[in-house]
């Protein structure tokens, strides 16, 4: 579903449009879904319930299932946690197709996409600090919207007082929309609940939207599943596939996973993963009954493999309860 808002295309190199190409025949002839998990820590069990149920709707509809992993935030990330993901989803039976891909192996497309918005008048520099956008926040909620104070001034691209800008994409005016396969479309202004987001930061590092978009679009992925914490931050992502000529893919944001006090399960709890599990003598076949069960596939205290799993399951019935939920 497309938007109202008149996102002006840009003209990429040829290669990258053949790659767009190549993925929107992807996209049409059969399903791709993907779980994107960053190596910051180790997954706790909400994580590894948005992989099954990733996994399950990707297999459900015979389609491809890839692992990537948005690695590009380096600060953030911790040694070993790379490997240890990739052993816990192994370990679940969640297989993937072909071969692990990794955003910081990717930053040639990236910047290869940043020029061509910076090329075709789509970006902006901005050098508005922490501090300031924080005394502008508001105290709860989502993320404020960017108000858009370097967006009239004369674009600095250099360093200025030894620090580079930012780089933000020039939204236009109107609704940014697409398709959810769990709930109402999604539907969002882009000047008062998106703004103008960032696609480059002031340390270099490519930004989550920038490469989450690029790589949904040129990957030709046709189902993204995710957490509805993520809600929000699909309309900069759609805004951004547009600019590039994409396609969009179908949304499945998914209830998340609380504890008995209803607080989200979060990589700093810590205990909540697969060893503390593992060490309460669940094996794998327990782990996926109890993940299966939160979601009402399957009984409480059921015990089954992933594939197990699948061979029981319909799309139907994982649409009816999580659609309830949403």
Request: aromatic letters at 6%.
């Amino acid at each position: 579903m497309l938007g109202s808002a008149e996102v002006i295309a840009v003209v990429l190199p040829e290669h990258l449009q053949r790659l767009l190409s190549q993925a929107e025949e992807q996209r049409q002839s059969g399903c791709r879904g993907r779980y994107a998990p960053s190596p910051t820590g180790r997954l706790h069990l909400g994580n590894l319930r948005t992989a099954l149920l990733s996994w399950l709707i990707t297999r459900l509809q015979g389609g491809e299932w890839l692992l990537r992993l948005d690695d590009l935030d380096t600060p953030r990330n911790r040694p070993g946690a790379e490997q240890i993901i990739l052993e816990d989803l192994s370990w679940l039976g969640l297989h993937w197709d072909g071969s692990v891909l990794r955003q910081s192996e990717r930053r040639g497309l990236y910047a290869t996409v940043l020029s061509s918005l910076r090329r075709d008048g789509l970006l902006y520099p901005c050098r508005c600090s922490r501090r300031l956008l924080a005394d502008i926040s508001a105290p709860h909620g989502r993320s404020p919207v960017y108000p858009g104070f370097c967006r009239p001034l004369p674009p600095q691209w250099g360093p200025e007082q030894g620090r580079l800008p930012s780089w933000r994409l020039r939204l236009p005016p109107g609704e940014l929309q697409w398709s959810e396969c769990l709930g109402p479309d999604g539907c969002l202004d882009a000047g008062s609940e998106v703004g103008d987001v960032v696609l480059r930061r002031s340390d270099g590092l490519f930004a989550y939207h920038l490469a989450t978009a690029v790589d949904e679009a040129l990957l030709g992925v046709r189902d993204v599943v995710r957490g509805i914490d993520l809600w929000h931050t699909t309309a900069p992502q759609v805004a951004l596939m547009r600019c590039l000529g994409s396609g969009l893919p179908r949304y499945w944001h998914v209830p998340l996973w609380t504890d008995s006090q209803g607080e989200r399960l979060s990589k700093r709890d810590g205990g909540m993963g697969l060893p503390a599990l593992q060490q309460e003598g669940h094996d794998a076949a327990g782990v996926i009954g109890l993940m299966a069960a939160s979601v009402n596939l399957v009984p409480e205290g059921s015990r089954l493999s992933a594939q197990e799993l699948l061979q029981s399951s319909s799309l139907e019935a994982l649409i009816k309860y999580l659609g309830s939920k949403a």
